[in-house]
């Protein structure tokens, strides 16, 4: 980092600083993580300079001999880690990949039906603010408001409204929902009313990858994700495809008549649908990220990611917080404050007081606006990376109990603040990128 940091003096210090607040406090933001040094390196690449419009092989610009390689090597191993047909690694997000799955699918003005964001959905899945809900019809499913079913998806609701709605797709995924999904009753329903089913494991492709959670692919007609989440890859997307298919829109290969097959299209819808040049640098890092995800080691990472979780949601239960379904599958876990008289908003910011990095979120039901909340999400991926085990996690809840029980005594902030930089310096993380 030397030269940046005689070049771009300002900029070196804003790196400075943000590595050291993640070197510092306790990560807990259920969509992120710590990526090796590894997939570092690869994205701080030449490979940012070069254009490759199209797919390896069939690129509309020269000189991509070895750009083709790094994405065929990322193509090849996602394959390999999810056991499917087709994918696209291009998407330079979520979003994008949604974006894209979205544009294949369907034509403006169609019905789809998702997860209710204000119910773990997520902005891409039909929010009035976001492209799907502009441009689409978006129809809602949420989770049940009390009974043993709380803060779960009941199956027969989704039906219900699947029949009545009549949708073109059925949306699955979510960016706050802490149990796993039920893929062979949606697509069970999404037969019974003719619609496609797309599941977004952006939050949990890293723990389906490691075989811990249901798994989307056999069931849904395509499957879209982030990479950095619990995959632990680089900032970018990606679009999958169990088993490929003949198209239903009756597309055909112009010369030869064939009828072009489901990845063809998804492919067209990423490039030239909604992107211009693929970020190749990030191609190229989201393979070495594969590679380390098709390890044995990851496997063990994201057990212990799930176990973590679960001693986080038992630790707050224990503690008289009102844990949203009680419990949870995957690697994070909703908190609801309404019962300790606290905001989302109140606690994300003593919290943060602390060094320790959680979002507000919305609860279902709740009757605070977006941009106050009535939750708390927390999730392990990102320190289970940095070696917290359960033992860490009982402090970590123990901790954040400490500075909730008097959300405005910055003094207890400061004592968590001290105990939090003492723990993390035991797990260190970067001490390679910036001193
Ligand atoms: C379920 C889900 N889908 C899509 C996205 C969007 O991903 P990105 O931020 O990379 O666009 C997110 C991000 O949080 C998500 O949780």
């Known amino acids: 980092m030397s030269v940046l940091e ?20 306790f990560e807990l933001i259920a969509s992120e993580n710590f990526v090796s040094r590894a997939v570092l390196e690869a994205m701080g690449t030449p490979l940012t300079n070069k254009y490759a419009e199209g797919l390896p092989g069939k690129r509309y610009y020269g000189g ?17 880690l999810f056991g499917c047909d087709w994918v696209n690694v291009q998407p330079h997000s979520g979003a994008s ?9 369907l034509k403006p003005g169609d019905t789809f039906l998702g997860l209710d964001l204000s119910h773990g959905g997520h902005l891409t899945h039909g929010s009035p603010v976001n492209f799907s809900g502009i441009l689409y019809h978006a129809e809602y499913y949420g989770v049940e408001a009390e009974g043993e079913m709380a803060g779960r998806i009941d199956m027969n609701r989704v039906r219900e409204k699947a029949k009545e709605i009549q949708p073109k797709m059925i949306s699955i995924g979510a960016s706050a929902y802490s149990r796993d999904f ?3 009753a949606f697509r069970s329903i999404a037969d019974e ?8 494991m952006a939050h949990t492709a890293g723990l389906i990858a490691a075989g811990l959670l249901n798994d989307p692919l056999p069931h849904c007609h395509v499957v879209s994700t982030t990479t950095h989440k619990t995959l632990r890859g680089p900032r970018a997307g990606m679009i999958l495809v169990g088993k490929d298919y003949e198209n239903s829109f009756g597309k055909v290969a112009p010369k030869s008549g064939r ?62 917080y009102s844990v949203v379904s009680g419990g949870t ?19 994300e910011a003593a919290l943060q007081g602390a060094e320790i990095t959680v979002n507000k979120n919305m609860v279902p039901f709740d009757d605070q606006s977006p941009f106050v909340t009535s939750g708390i999400r927390l999730g392990t991926p990102a320190m289970t990376t940095r070696g917290f085990g359960p033992d860490e996690f009982k402090s970590v809840v123990s901790l954040i109990d400490d500075v909730l029980t008097e959300a405005t005594n910055a003094d207890v902030q400061e004592k968590v603040r001290v105990e939090v930089s003492r723990m993390c310096q035991h797990f260190p993380l970067y001490d390679f990128v910036v001193a």
């Open 259 to 320: 009828i072009k097959m489901m990845s063809e299209l998804f492919d067209s819808a990423v490039f030239p649908g909604i992107q211009g040049g693929p970020l190749m640098h990030v191609i190229a890092s989201k393979a070495v990220a594969f590679g380390e995800a098709l390890k044995p080691e990851f496997n063990s990472y994201a057990a212990q990611v799930i176990e973590n979780a679960t001693v986080m949601a038992d630790e707050f239960v224990n503690l008289g």
């Open 182 to 184: 039920d893929y062979e």
């Open 97 to 105: 990949a949604n974006a894209a799955v979205y544009l294949t699918l």
């Open 64 to 80: 991509c001999q070895f750009v083709d390689i790094a994405e065929e090597l990322a193509r090849e191993r996602a394959k390999e």
């Open 6 to 25: 005689s070049a771009d003096p300002a900029i070196f210090d804003a790196i400075s600083k943000e590595v050291a607040r993640q070197n510092d406090g």
């Open 329 to 347: 599958d995957n690697h994070l876990c909703l908190i609801d404050l309404r019962s300790k008289g606290l905001t989302g908003k109140e606690a």
């Open 193 to 200: 009313v003719d619609a496609f089913l797309w599941m977004d």
